[in-house]
């Protein structure tokens, strides 16, 4: 009788341990999925920064001034921006500095 005491109690907390085991399973899973996101939006900030510096020094180099606007760069140059997900303040104090710029992300966008 004593042995069915000690294998039904180890039963039980075999019953308890899969349940807590696939918990923690899932917890890491959803972990590492919002750091992923969270990794990818900054990725993706700093790919278009560099492609905003890329295609002012392509303007800069092919007509000997630097964009006025973003939008010139989308119309001359094909830049393209999320605009959904990123705002891009775009700065351009004279035609021969390289004009200052900010991209930030949405807090729309954060949220995804």
Avoid: H, W
Avoid at 38 to 51: H, Q
Wanted: charged share 30%; with cysteine.
């Amino acid at each position: 009788m004593e042995k069915n005491k000690r294998f039904s109690i180890f039963g039980v907390i075999r019953g308890m341990l899969l349940p807590l085991i696939i918990l923690a399973a899932l917890l890491c899973f959803f972990t590492g999925i919002s750091n992923l996101r969270n990794g990818s939006g900054d990725e993706g900030k700093r790919r278009l920064e560099e492609s905003i510096r890329r295609t002012a020094a392509a303007c800069y180099a092919s007509e000997g001034v630097y964009p006025p606007t973003v939008d010139y760069m989308k119309e001359k140059y094909g830049l393209q921006i999320d605009e959904g997900r990123y705002y891009v303040d775009y700065k351009a104090f004279a035609s021969n500095l390289m004009p200052d710029f900010t991209v930030l992300e949405r807090a729309e966008a954060e949220g995804r």
